[in-house]
């Protein structure tokens, strides 16, 4: 039987690298989000999905029987109004609770396949941010829901994990690594002396979605060349 992979967030950036990657490994994948996806992969099924609605998201887990591995890439970031409360808890609700929203929904699926989770986390739920406490905050709340969900599902045989990506080239960070200033100060940081691609990313997500992950549990992975440790 092939295996399902619901990958939020799916139409861009490392959702896509992932979404990508999961159907070259043999998965039916269903990407999920709002707006047109950088670019469609065929065999691979895209659905407008808003994260946030209760009843979309219900709706949308009735077609699934089994979920073998859900992918939370979904994410907001707010530079200008993460320091007032409706700014906050914007970003807050696209990128915390509508992870447990989703995956909630994904429960029952996921306990008939003994599936797994990953979500994201960052290097920004590591150390502060000035200018996106939203952000940051829900970063490192996610690493903690994701012990939760480990040690809550674990007797399902349900895996939950997360990623914590450092530098990586998307859309989103291509103004940083375009400009002079920034990217020195953050190459300079970076161990590796290199950025990521969002393929890295994607790989780490392929193994620990996959059995060659099956005793790893409660885990957030940095994948950052190093940065968070520098």
Known sequence: ????????????????????????????????????????????????????NDE????????????????????IIDHNREWQLDGFSRVIDVNLTAVLRI??????GLKVARGA??????????????????????????????????????TDGVRANAVAPGWILTNLSRRAFEDPARSEGIMARIPMKTWGAPEDVANVIAFLVSDNARYVTGTTLPVDGGYSIA
Request: glycine content about 12%; overall charge negative.
């Open 56 to 75: 979309a998201v219900a709706g949308f887990f009735e077609q699934f029987e089994r979920v073998d591995a859900i992918v939370n890439a979904a994410g």
């Open 117 to 154: 989770v990953v979500n994201f986390a960052s290097m920004h739920g590591i150390f502060g941010s000035a200018k996106t406490p939203a952000y940051a905050s829900s970063k490192a709340a996610i690493s903690e829901l994701t012990r939760c969900m480990a040690v809550a599902w674990a």
């Open 1 to 52: 039987m092939k295996k399902t992979a619901i990958v939020t967030g799916g139409g861009s950036g490392i959702g896509l690298a992932t979404a990508q990657r999961l159907h070259a490994d043999g998965y039916e994948v269903f990407t999920v989000g709002l707006g047109e996806p950088e670019q469609r992969v065929e065999g691979i099924h895209y659905q407008e999905l808003d994260v946030t």
């Open 103 to 108: 995956t909630n929904a994904a429960l029952p």
